[in-house]
């Protein structure tokens, strides 16, 4: 079992930076794929970014490439997600989620935060 809480969320306004990460329990975690996902007002959620077990691989949303970083830090049980130059269509609830079976581009996970609100500010 894994349980994932994320942190970091707030007001930034567009151009700016701010940095979510997410702290992972379990000894587990180091084997797990991670991602990070949002969901609009009356959107559905959508895939932002993934990461591998390593951080060897990543994968990003067209929209957020270039402007989004996704890194894991195994030895803190944490992964981030580094936005720079936000825009105001950013703004979403921010969930982190985790895979068993490793590196995974999708909206289907194993394990999900209760998410962090991020709002871009023009």
């Known amino acids: 079992q894994v349980q994932l809480a994320e942190s970091g969320g707030g007001l930034v306004q567009a151009g700016g930076s701010l940095r979510l990460a997410c702290a992972a329990s379990?000894?587990?975690?180091?084997?797990?794929?991670m991602a990070w996902l949002r969901q609009a007002p009356g959107k559905e959620r959508e895939f932002v970014a993934a990461?591998?077990?390593?951080?060897?691989?990543?994968h990003y949303l067209d929209s957020v490439k270039g402007r989004f970083a996704i890194s894991r830090d195994n030895a803190k049980n944490t992964v981030y997600l580094q936005m720079n130059s936000p825009k105001p269509e950013d703004t979403a609830v921010y969930y982190c989620?985790?895979?068993?079976?490793?590196?995974?581009?999708?909206?289907?996970?194993?394990?999900w935060g209760q998410g962090t609100q991020v709002t871009v500010s023009s």
């Open positions: 989620a985790a895979k068993r079976s490793g590196y995974y581009i999708g909206t289907v996970y194993d394990y």
């Open positions: 379990g000894r587990t975690f180091s084997t797990y794929g």
């Open positions: 990461i591998s077990w390593s951080g060897g691989s990543t």
